[in-house]
């Protein structure tokens, strides 16, 4: 009990109020900073990106004493990682992310006063907006250092894009009249000669990679989805809402009601993982 005696006199023991509105500003210049970045988590970058450790070090880290941080773009000082798709910033490494980027903005250094916490909001206009945090949830943030060893990153994601999947096939099941019959005959998945086109969210993406592994991601290079082989979806279990909700012989305002509330789950997820929302065809995606 006396720690928690102890917090009555911390200024935000009733919590401080944070949504990130994937505004990119903590990963940006102009000013400089140091991107700190543990040798556990070099390794998961390392893996993530397919690349060797010591090209990794090289290209993307700096030695700051006996420490590493992440390099900064020589001109506009965003993080290395940070690219541009579809006018959007976005992190490279997301699911990988040092742990100095997961507990922003519930850092030490911002929650020494008021003062400090207000003072972030000059670069951060997710602070004093959007949902509250609890004393103990900050608390958990502020004071985590190994992530890996807490929890799986991306389980929970995954967990949530499941059920976004199951409501999808329940929704199909409970309306027959509707759903059409699909005989699996892989026509739709030759993009080019079915004149058809899919479009996948950032989740569902993650959701693949969890189960089929990253190595096996393939790009698509002649307009057929490369995981139909010989007619048959390779993936079937894994594959994407668009995949399970259209039909050929379906009725197309349900297929289209469906699909907007499945991006509006997708979209809520992103948001609850602070993860760049974009909607886009697979054949980019993969590519």
């Not at 994601?157 to 699909?182: F, H, W």
């Not at 297929?255 to 760049?276: I, N, W």
Request: proline fraction near 5%; aromatic fraction near 12%.
């Amino acid at each position: 009990m006396e720690p928690v005696v102890k917090s009555r006199n911390i200024w935000y023991i009733a919590g401080l109020h944070f949504e990130c509105t994937q505004c990119s500003r903590c990963c940006s210049g102009p000013a400089e900073g140091d991107i700190w970045v543990s040798r556990p988590e070099i390794k998961f970058i390392a893996d993530y990106l397919k690349m060797p450790l010591d090209e990794l070090r090289s290209k993307y880290l700096k030695r700051v004493g006996i420490r590493f941080s992440i390099i900064e773009d020589k001109t506009t000082k965003d993080c290395i990682f940070l690219e541009k798709v579809d006018g959007r910033k976005r992190c490279r490494i997301y699911p990988v992310r040092p742990n100095q980027c997961r507990t922003w903005p519930f850092w030490s250094s911002n929650l020494t006063s008021r003062n400090s916490w207000n003072e972030a909001t000059r670069r951060c206009e997710g602070v004093n907006r959007g949902r509250l945090y609890s004393f103990e949830e900050i608390e958990k943030i502020r004071k985590s250092k190994r992530w890996w060893e807490n929890e799986d990153p991306d389980k929970s994601g995954i967990d949530r894009v499941r059920n976004i999947y199951r409501e999808i096939d329940e929704a199909l099941e409970n309306s027959p009249q509707l759903t059409g019959r699909c005989s699996a005959c892989g026509k739709c998945c030759n993009f080019e000669s079915y004149d058809h086109r899919l479009y996948v969210t950032p989740p569902e993406l993650e959701y693949l990679a969890y189960h089929i592994g990253r190595e096996n991601i393939k790009p698509m290079t002649d307009g057929i989805c490369p995981y139909n082989v010989n007619g048959k979806c390779t993936v079937y279990e894994y594959r994407f809402a668009s995949c399970r909700i259209f039909c050929c012989t379906g009725d197309k305002d349900f297929q289209r009601q469906l699909t907007e509330s499945t991006l509006t789950d997708l979209k809520k997820l992103c948001l609850k993982f602070e993860m760049p929302y974009s909607y886009r065809q697979l054949s980019e995606v993969l590519s």
